[in-house]
């Protein structure tokens, strides 16, 4: 069974700063990772994925994650917050692409000006 | 990306009513479906799995005879709750998958049954 791990149900960073939001999974063949957005009221937008190849993944808006299959990990990052990155973040896996999505309990961002 | 929608976006309905969800996948064959529900505050869970043309597999804990599922073509796919309670209120979010197998998913329905 694939489960997966978000450290930190919130995270508050100032505006200019560095996002990291931990990530890590379980998975018994090779994952198929991704990273969500999600808006109030809104639905999941893809921010980025990884399947096969290089392992650092980069997504919209700036956000990269890197995969690390030694540390089971897939964190995502991204250089400068911005306000509008405050929203809440899920992580997700799944075993390849026709099968269903594992996620995390998601971890909301906050940016502080 | 493809295109999914969903109808309706919000619902509000009494308790003891039927509600149906229309998700369609507008520019590719979504052989198959995976429905996803969100409480408040909470992450996705999977509901249910339906491939076109078969019957729906349940997630443990999800009443198929209360969260009926049609999956009668390529485009097309509902979810009807059956004789809804205020507990069922959640946001519900269907997401197809077709070749080259990519997961998409549709933009949601709230759901607030009275």
């Known amino acids: 069974a694939q489960s997966v791990t978000q450290l930190g149900s919130h995270v508050s960073v100032s505006e200019g700063a560095l996002v990291l939001l931990r990530c890590n999974y379980s998975?018994?063949?090779?994952?198929?990772l991704f990273w969500y957005v999600q808006y109030p009221n809104q639905g999941l937008q893809l921010l980025l994925k990884?399947?096969?190849?290089?392992?650092l993944v980069k997504g919209i808006n700036g956000f990269e994650a890197e995969f690390k299959k030694s540390e089971t990990s897939f964190h995502l990052t991204k250089p400068s917050a911005h306000m509008s990155d405050a929203a809440e973040y899920f992580c997700?896996?799944?075993?390849?692409?026709?099968?269903?999505?594992?996620f995390g309990k998601g971890t909301r961002l906050s940016v502080i000006a | 990306g493809a295109v999914v929608s969903q109808h309706p976006s919000w619902v509000i309905c009494k308790s003891g009513t039927s509600v149906k969800i229309e998700c369609r996948s507008l520019d590719f064959q979504a052989t198959t479906m995976f429905w996803y529900r969100q409480f408040p505050k909470q992450s996705l869970m999977l509901m249910a799995t339906s491939n076109e043309g078969s019957k729906a597999t349940y997630e443990q804990g999800v009443e198929k005879d209360k969260f009926l599922i049609n999956h009668a073509s390529l485009t097309l796919s509902t979810l009807t709750v059956t004789s809804a309670h205020p507990e069922d209120s959640s946001f519900y979010i269907c997401?197809?998958?077709?070749?080259?197998?990519?997961?998409?998913f549709g933009p949601g329905t709230r759901l607030t049954v009275t």
């Open positions: 990884y399947t096969t190849g290089a392992t």
């Open positions: 997401s197809p998958t077709g070749y080259p197998y990519e997961q998409y």
């Open positions: 998975s018994s063949v090779p994952p198929y």
């Open positions: 997700a896996v799944s075993e390849r692409g026709n099968t269903p999505l594992v």
